[in-house]
């Protein structure tokens, strides 16, 4: 086998790559990465929180944020929750504040495809989607229109399998399950959830439900300012709930998250960031061409799996670093 060397880049982010077929790689197990021990490739992007006690619109205070600072609080480890709690407990503070966390209403997508939905206005029943309680991503297709539920609620589903034509693509299935074990269902046995991107499509799904039917329309979950989805710090009780029927912002109070109207005057957190990029040499040995793009990603992925079970995974971005000729490995002599 070969021995070649290359550089590979670490940059706080979102990886953004996707794993290979299963066939490929199986094709490519031959590959050998040697690590002698945990490299600490890249810290974790640092975050310094700053309270503004004025009270703003959320839009306002983020468009503040964005223009003093970097842009409003995201939260992503147990460092930014305690590098937050810092700024609490040396400003005294004891209320509610903005955080750039928020609610896409607007993000309806279909299943097949990732899609977004462009004919989104006229196939909706009246009074729809109302996000009733705040927590209804899922959407269903009734007699009366498309209405948006819990994603957790027992329905029947239609799928749809592109292998057959005409009304035979669509597949009812009576059985009542949640939306995503409807879409794990559709996807293993035909293609996916049934979706209706054109008023073709929306008739042969109208023609086929007789009451609340899953098909394959989603909206994105809660989301931090940088679009990447909530997660860290915990919902309060009840929360989020959607209580004026337009609370698509997030705020923090007592280190707990809530839904409340992006009109709402509230003080808010902003905060600046500071990444750290450093590069690692590696050697590899192979009997393949290491500057296969299919081969690079397979390599990317194991990297990306020994990071993660070392508990290095947050805001990294791996990537490979190309030589001046365009390559990224070069036999060692």
């Known amino acids: 086998?070969?021995?070649?060397?290359?550089?590979?880049?670490?940059?706080?982010?979102?990886?953004?790559?996707?794993?290979?077929?299963?066939?490929?790689?199986?094709?490519?197990?031959?590959?050998?990465?040697?690590?002698?021990?945990?490299?600490?490739?890249?810290?974790?992007?640092?975050?310094?929180?700053?309270?503004?006690?004025?009270?703003?619109?959320?839009?306002?205070?983020?468009?503040?944020?964005?223009?003093?600072?970097?842009?409003?609080?995201?939260?992503?480890s147990n460092d930014d929750v305690i590098q937050l709690q810092n700024e609490v407990q040396s400003q005294k503070f004891s209320s509610s504040a903005w955080i750039g966390m928020y609610s896409n209403i607007s993000s309806w997508h279909w299943s097949l495809g990732y899609e977004p939905v462009t004919n989104i206005l006229g196939n909706w029943d009246v009074g729809e989607p109302n996000n009733n309680g705040g927590k209804q991503n899922c959407g269903a297709a009734t007699p009366w229109g498309w209405w948006d539920l819990k994603c957790t609620e027992l329905r029947p589903f239609l799928c749809f399998d592109e292998t057959k034509t005409g009304n035979n693509r669509y597949i009812y299935i009576s059985n009542t399950v949640q939306w995503s074990e409807a879409q794990a269902y559709c996807r293993q046995y035909h293609t996916d959830l049934a979706s209706a991107r054109d008023e073709t499509e929306n008739s042969f799904i109208q023609a086929l439900v007789t009451g609340i039917t899953w098909f394959g329309l989603i909206k994105d979950p809660w989301k931090w300012v940088d679009h990447t989805n909530f997660s860290t710090i915990s919902w309060m009780s009840g929360q989020p709930d959607n209580g004026q029927w337009d609370e698509n912002c997030g705020y923090i109070y007592m280190g707990e998250a809530a839904d409340a109207s992006c009109s709402d005057i509230l003080p808010f957190f902003c905060y600046s960031g500071t990444t750290k990029q450093q590069i690692m040499k590696m050697k590899i040995q192979s009997s393949q061409d290491v500057n296969d793009p299919a081969v690079n990603v397979a390599i990317l992925e194991k990297i990306k799996q020994k990071l993660k079970d070392n508990g290095i995974v947050e805001d990294i971005e791996v990537k490979w670093r190309a030589q001046p000729d365009g390559e990224v490995f070069h036999k060692e002599k």
Not at 20 to 28: A, C, E, I, N, R
Not at 57 to 67: G, H, I, N, S
């Open 1 to 76: 086998m070969d021995r070649v060397a290359g550089s590979l880049e670490t940059i706080p982010g979102d990886l953004g790559y996707k794993s290979l077929p299963t066939s490929m790689m199986k094709q490519h197990l031959f590959i050998l990465l040697f690590f002698t021990g945990v490299v600490p490739l890249v810290q974790s992007v640092t975050r310094k929180y700053f309270l503004v006690q004025q009270g703003r619109k959320w839009t306002d205070a983020q468009t503040y944020c964005q223009a003093t600072y970097t842009d409003l609080a995201i939260i992503k």
